[in-house]
């Protein structure tokens, strides 16, 4: 292991701590706002925020080519990863349309939520059977 790879990881640590309590908070600040709402709001509001914070970083980084990799580190995969990954798919979708493969962007969004949804319900039915 190198004392690179524990550097970057310290620094994704560091941003993943930072995205989560801020999750924590928009979540629960989202519920007291909405207490009986009948789709999870907290949720939604997050993944918004979360695919709008990586837009505009994405864009200001390459407008301006500021992103260092421990910019992108924190930033990208630590912060916003904890706060949400819903960004990052949204984000890596938009990379691929951007790079002219409409076709690979429609199958990003296809198998995420498919693979994503059948997972789930697959974990659930494996973890329910006591």
């Known amino acids: 292991m190198s004392a ?6 310290l620094i994704v640590g560091a941003g993943g701590f930072v995205g989560s309590v801020l999750r924590f908070g928009v979540g629960g600040l989202t519920f ?8 999870p709001y907290g ?3 997050v993944n918004v925020v979360g695919c ?7 864009g200001i980084g390459d407008a301006r ?3 260092t990799s421990e910019i992108h580190l924190f930033l990208f995969i630590g912060l916003l ?5 819903f960004s990052a798919f949204g984000y890596e979708t938009l990379a691929l349309m951007r790079a002219g493969e409409p076709l690979w962007a429609v199958l990003n969004v296809v198998f995420q939520i498919v ?4 997972a789930v319900w697959f974990g659930y039915s494996v ?4």
Do not use: D, E, M
Not at 52 to 57: H, N, R, V
Not at 81 to 85: L, R
Not at 115 to 118: D, H, R, V
Not at 127 to 130: C, D, K, L, R
């Open 32 to 39: 007291r706002l909405f207490p009986a709402a009948p789709l």
């Open 65 to 67: 080519q500021l992103a």
């Open 81 to 85: 990863g904890g706060f949400t990954t």
């Open 4 to 9: 690179n790879w524990i550097l970057h990881s």
């Open 52 to 58: 709008f914070a990586i837009g505009i970083l994405g």
């Open 43 to 45: 949720t939604l509001v």
């Open 127 to 130: 973890g329910n059977q006591s």
């Open 115 to 118: 693979l994503g949804l059948s």
